[in-house]
């Protein structure tokens, strides 16, 4: 790159780094050490993002940083050491190499050294291996008279010229890099997602030779990497690049496997081209519709019969729990979007009686039902339908008035509670009771005006007479 650039780079940083940072640079270069930030940082900034971190890089040992920087705590025998300022928490690592990477993610031998550039060599991409600071950057001795004064911007994989080009390169060789750390293939097409790139012909194919290596990754990681890259303004740009690279065949085959099936929806596309505009059209401020967009039809496929899919719904929520599970989803997140796959089929048939209306609020949950509507909206837009789809507003206008209404969708909106009926009518906890309550619900839901106590304990003394003649199984 230029010297003309590499100098404007370097004045965009000055400006840009907090002086929080700054302090810590500053900390290490007076004590004769070298202090540089590296890695996404200062990738982020000069695309004009806001950084979500910033990592520096030094000579100085980790039992050095913990004496430079009090209540510091040497992290892991990687050589970070975690400092807090101004109450954030900041990483500084030394110089290292790494090698004998058995398991395809972490280094079993690591080496401290004081050569800046060896340090960035062993990075996954030249946009992500730049540094900007001051010190020693390549072993001289800190007291070395061509020592920087002022901070400048290290760049010896040509890293600037790449984030110009808006692309995406391996530094070095891109096999060895993708052997050494297979989670940095998911990185790759995370990236290309949230920042708009395109990878290199040489990266990705050696990214489609390593695939299988995905395998050997922690589900964990994986879908930290996923949940990033829905994120992105557009993440089919990321999951086409996945499905192409042979990453999505192990990641999920049941969702490589949409690739090529026939879907009646827009002329010419397949069930994975649907499946890529509904998570494209699910909004990008809500993670949960995005993953629930993504995974919405994972059963179609497995439920495929004379063109149609029966019961694709049911499936996709079995085969979505499988998954999230796997990638070590949390709990409740994962819940949320199996729900919203067993329920996204729902029907907006404007015949749908009031009560119709109120079970379908019970079953979905008040608190999903934003979420449901909006992953509707997504799935119409997958399908080339109107956005804003008539009887789906309809729907949606009916449900909101039953809410606003106040009528009772659940055993806590009931004029009565277990406790009444056992003392009212001899009731014991167990089954029995249970399915009283059940019962008194279903009525109220029909009819609303039921909910009163007095007509509650007539209807639930009738429910008893009935169960004992037909007494329960």
Do not use: C
């Not at 001899?426 to 029909?446: C, F, K, W, Y």
């Amino acid at each position: 790159m230029a010297a003309a650039a590499v100098d404007d780079a370097a004045a965009r940083l000055t400006t840009a780094v907090p002086q929080v940072v700054m302090d810590l640079i500053d900390r290490l270069v007076e004590a004769g050490h070298g202090g540089w930030i590296v890695g996404g940082s200062l990738r982020d900034v000069l695309l004009d993002r806001t950084p979500s971190d910033w990592d520096l890089a030094t000579d100085a040992r980790p039992e050095r940083l913990v004496e430079l920087f009090p209540a510091a705590v040497y992290e892991n025998r990687f050589g970070t050491v975690a400092v807090r300022r101004d109450g954030e928490l900041f990483e500084v690592t030394t110089f290292r190499t790494e090698h004998d990477y058995a398991d395809f993610r972490r280094p079993h031998r690591v080496e401290f050294g004081e050569d800046l550039v060896a340090d960035l060599a062993r990075r996954d991409f030249t946009v992500n291996a730049m540094a900007w600071g001051r010190g020693p950057a390549d072993g001289e001795a800190p007291e070395a008279p061509e020592r920087p004064e002022l901070p400048s911007l290290v760049d010896p994989f040509d890293g600037l010229a790449d984030l110009a080009a808006h692309t995406l390169r391996a530094v070095g060789d891109p096999d060895a890099r993708f052997r050494e750390d297979a989670l940095r293939m998911v990185r790759a097409v995370r990236l290309a997602a949230t920042l708009g790139f395109a990878i290199e012909p040489a990266t990705l194919a050696a990214i489609t030779a390593n695939a299988l290596l995905v395998d050997r990754l922690s589900g964990e990681r994986i879908g930290a990497e996923l949940a990033k890259l829905l994120a992105a303004p557009k993440p089919s740009v990321g999951l086409r690049l996945a499905q192409q690279a042979g990453l999505l065949a192990v990641i999920s085959p049941q969702l490589a496997l949409q690739r090529g099936v026939p879907q009646n929806k827009v002329p010419g596309e397949d069930l994975w081209d649907h499946t890529m505009r509904t998570v494209d059209a699910a909004p990008a401020d809500r993670p949960i519709v995005r993953l629930a967009a993504l995974l919405h039809d994972i059963g179609k496929v497995e439920t495929l019969t004379d063109g149609r899919f029966p019961h694709h719904e049911a499936a996709g929520a079995a085969r979505a729990d499988e998954l999230l599970r796997r990638l070590r989803y949390p709990r409740s997140a994962a819940e949320e979007v199996v729900a919203l796959i067993h329920h996204h089929m729902f029907t907006t048939d404007p015949s749908l009686s009031d009560a119709a209306v109120r079970r379908f609020i019970m079953r979905m949950g008040r608190d999903r039902l934003d979420a449901l509507f909006a992953l509707r909206r997504a799935d119409d837009a997958g399908s080339g339908d109107l956005v804003d789809d008539p009887a789906l507003t309809a729907f949606i206008a009916r449900v909101h008035a039953e809410l606003t209404a106040g009528v009772p969708l659940d055993r806590n909106a009931l004029a009565v509670d277990g406790t009444d009926l056992m003392r009212e009518l001899g009731l014991t906890q167990g089954p029995r009771l249970g399915l009283v309550i059940d019962e008194l619900l279903d009525r109220v839901i029909a009819d609303p005006g039921l909910n009163e106590r007095g007509s509650l304990l007539l209807l639930a003394q009738g429910i008893l007479a009935d169960m004992y003649e037909n007494p329960v199984a």
